[in-house]
Structure formats: C-alpha cells, structure tokens
C-alpha cells in the first residue's frame, strides 16, 4: 500500500517548498501540466509546512486519476 500523500501546487509556489520535507529533491525533478502552470509534490505523515495553506492531500489513486485523466490538463496528446 502506498502512503505517500500529494499536493497539486501552483507552479509560483514551487519557490517556496523546502525540499527537505517532501520527496522530490529539486524543482528540476517536478513534473508539470501541460502549460506550466501546476505541479505537485509528494511526502509522508504530516502536511509540511512548506505546503500552501487550504491545498488539497491526495492519496496515491487520487493524485493518479488526476494526472492520468484523458481531459484533464497532465496529460498531453503526445503522452496518450
């Protein structure tokens, strides 16, 4: 069972996450959506303080229905 948790964040905040807190090791290793404007994190336990105040925590199938949703804004057509 994966317990990593997820947040989707707007791509302007990503200045402001503590990389120590989450599993992605630098901006460079984040995955955006198709314009740019939106990425996520992962981590474990408690929300990290780096985390915008109200994002929403994904489980594991729900940040995957997100970014793998044919209308959604992740996947792009080269990718399907």
């Known amino acids: 069972m994966n317990s990593l ?3 989707i964040i707007n791509a302007s905040d990503v200045e402001n996450i503590n990389f120590d ?3 992605e090791t630098g901006a460079d290793t984040l995955r ?3 314009d740019g404007t939106k ?3 992962k981590f474990c336990g408690e929300t990290p303080e ?3 105040e109200g994002a929403i925590v994904y489980d594991h199938a729900g940040i995957l229905a997100i970014l793998n949703d044919p209308e959604g804004d992740w996947v ?3 990718e399907i």
């Open 39 to 41: 990425t996520f994190v």
């Open 76 to 78: 792009s057509d080269e």
């Open 5 to 7: 948790k997820y947040v």
């Open 50 to 52: 780096c985390i915008p």
């Open 32 to 34: 955006y959506n198709t």
């Open 21 to 23: 807190c989450v599993k």
